[in-house]
């Protein structure tokens, strides 16, 4: 490969790296018994209070995320009054400002014999989304664990792109749960 071409393919790959960056957040009640968990359900929507409309494409396809995801680490969905904990989502965007600093090129400046290099300042905003999944136990419906996913989100995309989008969001997310430092 010429030099060139190994420049653009490094740089090609660090910008789609950063673009797919997750970044997630946990916190959960260390005192609870997590090992004892193995059935789950949806928090019942009289008991909902949270933000997103239940009828939408994006609600289907967190829940279905969300399913897989469980399914996958071994957890069965029951009716609620059969579950060990009750899990719940809301979602958010904010807009976020990205500011890099760029050395656009050495010469000559106002003053006589004075050189150096100038730089510029590119601002650039974008909308950053959020999915935060609780973990709440049934009967006294006390929030014991929760992951918050934060992510760029793209300007476009297709349906089968969002749902992949929000696959790698609920995975990332609930690779975590439950917490490693209370599981024997």
Known sequence: ?????????????????????IKVDRDFDPGYQYTSL??????????NKGDYDKDSLQDRRIRAAVDHTLAAQGYEQVSPDEADFLIHY????????????V?????????????????ETRVRDYEEGQLTLDI??????????????????PEKSSP????????????ETLKAFPPDSVVN
Request: proline content about 4%.
């Open 38 to 47: 193995s059935r789950y359900a949806w928090l019942p929507q009289a008991d």
């Open 90 to 101: 809301f979602t958010g965007s904010k807009t976020r400002r990205d500011e890099t600093h």
């Open 103 to 119: 050395t656009v090129g050495m010469g000559y400046h106002t003053l006589p014999w004075t050189m150096g290099a100038r730089t």
């Open 1 to 21: 490969m010429k030099p060139i071409q190994t420049f653009m393919f490094l740089l090609l790959s660090l910008v789609l790296v950063a673009c797919s960056s």
């Open 160 to 171: 089968e792109k969002r749902t992949a989008f929000i696959q790698e969001a609920v995975q």
């Open 136 to 153: 709440i136990e049934p009967s006294s419906r006390q929030l014991i664990w929760r992951g918050v996913a934060k992510r760029r989100l």
